[in-house]
């Protein structure tokens, strides 16, 4: 059975985000909005929650999974950055980016790129989203709430919870989502950054 939580997307009650938490470290799956669109997590070292998400949205083993962290501090913990790049990333977060990067030791092998051993890294512009973080106190294994036939990520929060009921173990509904995923910037190349895809955040800044 999937549960629900209405959660105000600007002020997020603290009762409601402690619960949604208490699923996280239960090992459960959760769909929440995020800045750009809705998203599923769990857990970094969730297997059965990671398994659910991959056979959910039928990822395949190339699949570039992404840590939703609070902020720039847990870099040093999960990946590998120098000093240029960490400017850049400072200058567009919080924001609608995922930043490709060189994981450490400390990410699971399966999140990240069997042969580059990268991870996505993203810090959210969402009040649902840092409360989640705040109280979690690690970050979030996160992929868009995007299912295998549809054109679009779901948007609207009745769709994410009849779609995904009995998949996943709770929805945050925080409102009406959006369609357009993070613009994703790799910064494993060693010569600058490279843009992977274009989305939510403009790209002019960057170079």
């Known amino acids: 059975m999937t549960e629900t939580l209405y959660i105000h997307p600007e002020t997020p009650q603290p009762r409601l ?21 809705y998203a599923l997590g769990c857990g970094i070292g969730e297997k059965a929650a990671l398994d659910q998400l991959i056979r959910l949205r ?24 120098d000093n240029p790049d960490y ?11 995922t930043f490709i990067l060189q994981g450490t030791s400390e990410v699971p092998r399966r999140l990240m790129d069997p042969k580059k ?20 106190g ?22 994410v919870r009849d779609f995904l009921q009995g998949h996943v173990d709770l929805v ?3 409102g009406f989502g959006g369609v357009t995923e993070t613009t994703v910037i790799s910064l494993c190349e060693g010569d600058g950054p490279h843009i ?6 403009p790209v002019d800044s960057i170079f």
Do not use: N, W
């Open 87 to 97: 400017r850049l990333l400072k200058a567009h977060t919080p924001g609608p980016y």
């Open 196 to 201: 992977v895809r274009e989305g939510a955040g």
């Open 117 to 136: 051993r990268t991870i996505g890294i993203r810090v959210p512009d969402h009040a649902i989203c840092q409360a989640l973080l705040a109280e979690h």
């Open 172 to 174: 945050i509904d925080g």
């Open 17 to 37: 985000i402690r619960q949604a938490v208490d699923v996280l470290r239960r090992g459960g799956l959760i769909a929440y909005p995020t800045d750009t669109t």
């Open 58 to 81: 039928r990822l395949d083993k190339k699949h570039q999974f992404t840590l939703l962290c609070h902020d720039l501090s847990a870099l040093a913990t999960y990946a590998k950055i």
């Open 138 to 159: 690690e970050p979030i294994m996160t992929s868009t709430c995007h299912l295998p036939d549809d054109e679009f990520p779901l948007t609207d929060p009745q769709d």
